[in-house]
């Protein structure tokens, strides 16, 4: 074959693909064989020999395959060093895709699979049980757990097992099956986007091939002893791709200059900067050195850790650096580890969330494998969207002194940002307390992976936790010390937006550690505008109810208008509504299909039934006002009429914004009976009724196409 300027390295692709020019990419690392094998393979005392020889041709060869397909806007290294952009995937290749892929072999990969007849059965990979009740059903391409009621196609398996975006997963999917996919054009805009963004990760994933080269070159020698006396294995140091930064000026920037980079690229990406005399130098120079990963696997950035062994011609260098702010990398969204994490975090249901890369480590080598770490920053809003696409527990493992429970309320704040935001199912965010002085690393030597596994389950809920640190500073000796200890608790309970939690909390975590009567303690909240007794706005059960709402589905109920009213789902009731009124003309033609039973909020289904009787959205608004059932809800209807919405301002995107909100409540509906299908399937016995078992899973693919729908995904 003619190889061209790539030697023959690349395979040739589809010619007719608009996307596919000259040679495509070999497979990314992680596609293919480990670099070692062995059980477990050792560390070397010297370069292994034509290492030094062959390092560099390697390298650029693997950085032309790094930069893979990603969200939204897509590219592709076409080979031969050409960049190949394309826009969003054709929808008829995603329908194609669907029907020719072989589930039964996508999701053996993550699961044992046995015939049971028609279809195929194992345990589920979503969740531990002994007794297999997952199965997967070739035609149609679906699976369905009987134990925890996950159910769909193979796209949604994807997209849940690894908490891919839908793209991402047809992208995903493509690549396992050799599926040519073809895509539309993107502007010129996007067009430079892309580029900038693939040549960046271009060089960041040449950067971890060198460095991850020098830990086994000569020069290397310290670092790999430094990883020994920490108990790591050669082979979890591949897994997470762990190099070593010589200790030189500008080791790296002669590499990758001399491999092809442009300098304004290595610049860009934070690897290298200018010294006084115009030249480069490392940004990184004597450190361990750990890439970081964004969740589609791309190398984005790095962390440092200086090693005791070498010197630092008299310099004091910080203990740990990490990358600059770059295109790429942004430290309030990454975490460390998130790339080999994901995968454990969807079975576990739960995510460990460390401060330290060798912790991150430790734990994984060790089995506790859903565990992750920020990257020399607090956990953050980012950080929480980002988990919680894959779980909806979070534990933060803290030290229990003054720093810890600090952090701990910005995390906690965090996610009540979060929950505001309405990003879903609120998270149940917990606290896992070391012991003064050790880490997650020190723990799981100590008490092994069961017992760190423990220690999650019996994780302390993050309100308790801070309450609890706030309560032992207190001086309870005294009526006075424990009034103002009951002030300032109940201030910190005000913060928590769940009044279920509220009402256990104030009585657990309050008035019994301080030793007051319930009724006292919700007296005084009561005098500081704490509410304990009733959900916010609405009638919900007697005040000593204790009932809280299940920590992986937060408040989503039941299908109908059943379902518990919180702040979040009043604003975005409210903000629907505020567009529903002010811009009728830009309502989706599924709007049509709003009914009462959407809204959970009594004066939100009150403004929609009087834009029914009124006549409609479009209807003359004083019709609309007319035909409300009081002076109240008429008063409502002109304050959602004239509300400031900075998102409704623009008319670039009100359109969208207005068919977004609408078809936001469409969807609750569809999760909604999307779990009443799943509970019921879950109570059946299926040897007994296989037919209406049958007649569960074909309603529970109509729902999950019609959820497509909605979010504007080929069905």
């Not at 009740?133 to 009987?146: H, K, W």
């Not at 005791?308 to 295109?327: I, R, V």
Request: proline fraction near 5%; aromatic fraction near 6%; charge should be neutral.
């Amino acid at each position: 074959m003619d190889g061209g300027t790539c030697g023959g390295r690349c395979r040739p692709t589809d010619p007719s693909s608009p996307v596919s020019r000259g040679c495509a990419p070999l497979r990314r690392r992680s596609e293919r064989s480990p670099r070692w094998r062995g059980s477990p393979p050792s560390w070397p005392s010297s370069t292994p020999t034509g290492t030094t020889a062959t390092w560099r041709a390697e390298r650029r060869a693997r950085a032309l395959r790094s930069g893979g397909q990603r969200r939204g806007a897509r590219h592709r290294r076409a080979g031969c060093g050409e960049v190949v952009v394309a826009g969003r995937i054709v929808k008829d290749d995603i329908e194609a895709l669907r029907t020719q892929a072989d589930i039964v072999a996508v999701v053996g990969e993550y699961t044992t699979l046995k015939r049971a007849g028609r279809s195929f059965k194992g345990l589920c990979p979503f969740h531990t049980e002994k007794t297999p009740s997952f199965t997967v059903t070739p035609d149609g391409n679906f699976y369905n757990c009987f134990g925890c009621g996950v159910s769909g196609d193979l796209y949604d398996f994807l997209m849940r097992i690894e908490g891919l975006e839908f793209p991402e997963a047809v992208e995903s999917l493509a690549r396992r099956t050799g599926f040519q996919l073809r895509y539309e054009q993107m502007s010129s805009r996007e067009r430079r986007a892309v580029g900038e963004r693939t040549r960046l990760v271009a060089a960041t994933a040449a950067a971890r091939d060198f460095l991850v080269d020098q830990l086994f070159a000569d020069e290397g020698r310290v670092a790999r002893d430094y990883l020994r006396s920490r108990g790591f294995s050669r082979a979890e140091a591949e897994a997470f791709e762990v190099g070593f930064a010589p200790n030189r000026f500008d080791a790296m920037a002669r590499a990758l200059t001399a491999d092809g980079f442009p300098e304004q690229d290595l610049i860009t990406t934070g690897l290298v900067a200018r010294n006084e005399r115009g030249g480069l130098r490392d940004r990184f120079r004597g450190r361990l050195m750990f890439p970081i990963h964004d969740p589609g696997g791309d190398v984005i950035g790095f962390g440092g850790r200086i090693l005791p062994e070498l010197e630092y011609g008299g310099f004091d260098p910080p203990k740990y650096l990490n990358s600059a702010e770059t295109p790429l990398y942004k430290k309030t969204r990454v975490l460390y580890g998130i790339r080999q994490a994901r995968s454990d975090i969807v079975r576990a249901e739960q995510v460990l969330v460390c401060e330290g890369y060798t912790d991150v480590m430790a734990l994984h080598q060790a089995g506790v494998a859903n565990a992750v770490a920020t990257c020399g920053t607090a956990v953050g809003v980012e950080h929480l969207r980002l988990l919680s696409r894959y779980a909806q527990r979070v534990v933060l493992a803290f030290d229990a002194d003054a720093a810890g429970v600090k952090a701990a309320e910005r995390a906690w704040e965090a996610a009540r940002e979060l929950d505001v935001d309405g990003q879903g199912a609120r998270l149940d965010l917990r606290v896992l307390v070391l012991p003064e002085g050790s880490d997650p690393a020190d723990l799981v030597a100590e008490v092994g992976a069961e017992g760190v596994r423990s220690a999650l389950v019996a994780a302390t809920p993050v309100v308790p936790f801070v309450l609890r640190h706030h309560l032992a500073d207190a001086d309870l000796s005294s009526e006075a010390g424990r009034t103002a200890a009951l002030r300032e608790a109940l201030t910190i309970l005000a913060r928590e937006s769940d009044p279920d939690l509220r009402r256990e909390w104030a009585r657990t975590e309050i008035a019994e550690r301080i030793g007051y009567a319930y009724g006292f303690v919700t007296d005084t909240a009561a005098r500081l505008g704490v509410q304990l007794d009733a959900h916010e706005g609405v009638a919900a059960g007697g005040a000593g109810g204790r009932g809280r709402p299940d920590a992986r589905h937060g408040q989503r109920g039941r299908a109908g208008g059943d379902r518990p009213v919180t702040a979040s789902r009043a604003r975005i009731e409210r903000a629907a509504l505020r567009a529903l009124l002010q811009h009728p003309e830009h309502l989706p033609e599924e709007a049509a299909e709003l009914v009462e039973d959407d809204l959970t909020h009594p004066d939100a289904r009150a403004v929609l039934r009087a834009v029914r009787a009124g006549g409609g959205a479009g209807a003359p608004f004083a019709d609309v006002v007319a035909a409300a059932e009081d002076d109240r809800i008429r008063g409502l209807l002109r304050a959602l009429a004239l509300e400031d919405d900075p998102e409704l301002a623009d008319p670039e995107v009100v359109g969208a914004v207005v068919a977004g909100r609408l078809r936001r409540l469409l969807i609750d509906r569809v999760e909604a009976q999307t779990q009443a299908l799943r509970d019921e399937l879950a109570r059946l016995s299926h040897a007994a009724e296989p037919e209406r078992v049958r007649e569960l899973q074909r309603g529970l693919a109509e729902l999950q196409r019609r959820r497509r729908q909605l979010l504007g995904q080929p069905a």
